[in-house]
């Protein structure tokens, strides 16, 4: 394989990796009922003017399977990170002991369960196209090599057959990550 394909090759692969990545992220903030202080991620407090995610002013854990509690390093933050959680408009109701924010989180319905799977799905599905534009780009990057007679025929039919082996390699590492989220969420 000729040194121009083979920075083609690796490109699509580090971009597919962070695809990945990416979803794995985004599959994290979607809750499957087991506490977890990834639930807050997304979570900005305003400190002192400034908006400041959540884990950089206070200590975020999972006492158990259905409690997260938040433990400022300053305790006039009390009542600023309980409205940044209600403004986050995750659906958890904080409240505080003036020393931590306690959040309980409620059970899973059957319906908010099949939300969640669907908001996986949708997860998935932008990290598949995501995968198929990478391909695209690759593929089209080939087609200029060959056009400008840099590589053969038969390199570029090469190419072309490792960036799809490649795409479809990635598109099952997705499908892999879903089918774990969607146990994971369905599971009572």
């Known amino acids: 394989m000729s040194e121009e394909l083979n920075f083609i090759y690796e490109e699509a692969e580090e971009h597919m990796q962070k695809s990945i990545d990416h979803l794995e992220h985004e599959l994290k903030s979607i809750r499957a009922g087991k506490a977890s202080p990834q639930m807050l991620a997304t979570v900005v407090v305003d400190y002192y003017g400034s908006p400041t995610p959540l884990s950089q002013v206070a200590n975020v854990s999972a006492r ?7 433990q400022p390093w300053e305790r006039n933050m009390l009542s600023a990170i309980e409205r940044a959680i209600i403004n986050a408009n995750l659906g958890f109701a904080p409240s505080n002991n003036g020393e931590v924010v306690i959040i309980n989180i409620p059970p899973l319905t059957e319906e908010r369960r ?9 997860e998935a599905e932008v990290a598949k196209v995501s995968i198929r534009n990478i391909r695209k780009e690759a593929n089209n990057d080939i087609k200029k090599l060959e056009k400008n007679k840099e590589i053969s025929e038969d390199e570029s039919k090469i190419g072309h057959e490792q960036i799809q082996n490649l795409t479809d390699r990635y598109i099952k590492e997705v499908e892999k990550h879903l089918s774990k989220k969607e146990k994971d969420i369905m599971t009572v």
């Open 64 to 70: 158990d399977a259905q409690t997260l509690t938040i």
């Open 114 to 122: 099949r939300d969640l799977v669907k908001q996986a799905k949708e």
